[in-house]
């Protein structure tokens, strides 16, 4: 996992070339002129899903974990905190979905906070539960930009 402010993007295009792609696209996108919902970038091997929504308790959620993409989740407005621990052969609550890319954990985690203009960087090892209030509920503008790494 990767956690840092939009002004350092440099710094991670070597990891991936898709994540540089992604990184490109967040930092020289304007959102306001975007609409709501998935954009094509690269067909499937990278789209972003450009999304509002109010932050949420946790109140029991599960934790999510992608094999076939990374996620680059960018706050465009608003704040919220992540739930975030690492895979290490943990059996999911909710097995493997193939066509969706996600299966679900019920597991202990850390918490970071995300705010405007930062961005997390979710890798397939990266146990994550996005959209968490940080008190009350806010109102909060992200892009996820998924990145393809496993085709099958």
């Known amino acids: 996992m990767i956690l840092d402010k939009l002004e350092n993007i440099e710094l991670y295009k070597a990891i991936h070339p898709g994540v540089a792609k992604a990184l490109d696209y967040i930092k020289n996108t304007n959102f306001n002129e975007l609409p709501m919902g998935r954009h094509e970038i690269e067909g499937d091997d990278l789209f972003v899903i450009y999304k509002e929504y109010q932050t949420k308790q946790v109140d029991g959620n599960l934790l999510e974990s992608h094999l076939k993409y990374i996620d680059v989740q960018y706050i465009i407005e608003g704040v919220e905190q992540m739930g975030i621990t690492m895979r290490h052969g943990q059996t999911p609550k909710k097995a493997y979905d193939n066509v969706d890319d996600y299966m679900l954990f019920d597991e202990p985690f850390d918490v ?10 979710f890798f397939p090892d990266d146990i994550h539960m996005p959209d968490i209030t940080t ?4 109102n909060v503008k992200k892009a996820v930009v998924k990145v393809k790494i496993r085709h099958s």
């Open 135 to 138: 008190g009350e509920p806010s």
């Open 112 to 121: 970071i906070t995300v705010h405007k203009g930062m961005y997390a960087i």
